[in-house]
């Protein structure tokens, strides 16, 4: 039986961060694929810089329930409650498929985003203030530089800091997925990094220049 309910949440992790609500906001709406302009992802990032924040926002809030809910999905496992590294283990195991989802979502053809918001949703719902100081320092450095890519490398590289040396957890498992997080999100923006140190990136409200996809 608890097979059956271990088997039944992964599929809806996985299918719930399938949602490509980027793809389908800009087909449905803007009757476009945004897949095929700016970066080629299919996140709020993308739609941001393609169709504005009107799309954007939606989007960005979207993918980040993504995460958010997945994580909730633990609770439908039976016996979790009675060990709290088990349960925050499996959460996390949720919302990594749910991430796995966005990036390569069965109902797009499994062409996604980055994951990065659906990450967000994931960290908001386990390690609340952590995830809450990544979004300030994302803020601050977004004022400052005006680049979505640099502040989003930035959160990610404070949240583990914040999480093990500021909030301390008491989970060792949530720490090290701190800094998997980190590393990962580091890792999907290394082509926004050769862009960054070459200054080619672009800002917000900068006019659109040429963007290899990635």
């Not at 960005?60 to 979790?80: E, R, S, T, W, Y």
């Not at 985003?113 to 967000?120: E, H, N, P, S, W």
Request: glycine share 10%; with cysteine; aromatic share 10%.
């Amino acid at each position: 039986m608890h097979f059956a309910s271990y088997g039944l949440v992964i599929l809806l992790s996985y299918l719930l961060g399938s949602i490509p609500a980027a793809v389908w906001v800009g087909k449905w709406f803007y009757g476009i694929d945004v897949r095929e302009h700016g970066s080629g992802n299919a996140g709020a990032t993308n739609v941001l810089r393609i169709l504005g924040l009107k799309a954007g926002i939606p989007v960005l809030l979207f993918d980040a329930f993504k995460g958010f809910a997945a994580v909730q999905l633990a609770d439908g496992i039976p016996g979790l409650s009675e060990s709290h590294e088990k349960y925050i283990l499996w959460q996390i195991i949720l919302g990594v498929l749910a991430v796995a989802g966005h990036i390569f979502p069965v109902f797009a053809r499994f062409k996604g985003g980055k994951g990065v918001a659906t990450l967000l949703g994931i960290s908001l719902a386990i390690a609340f203030y952590p995830a809450l100081t990544a979004i300030g320092v994302f803020a601050g450095v977004l004022a400052v530089s005006r680049i979505v890519s640099l502040s989003s490398i930035c959160a990610g590289l404070s949240f583990p800091v914040s999480c093990i040396f500021i909030f301390a957890p008491s989970s060792l498992t949530l720490s090290i997925f701190s800094v998997i997080a980190a590393a990962a999100l580091v890792i999907t923006h290394r082509k926004n990094i050769h862009r960054l140190l070459n200054g080619q990136e672009p800002r917000i409200g900068q006019k659109k220049m040429p963007v290899s996809k990635n």
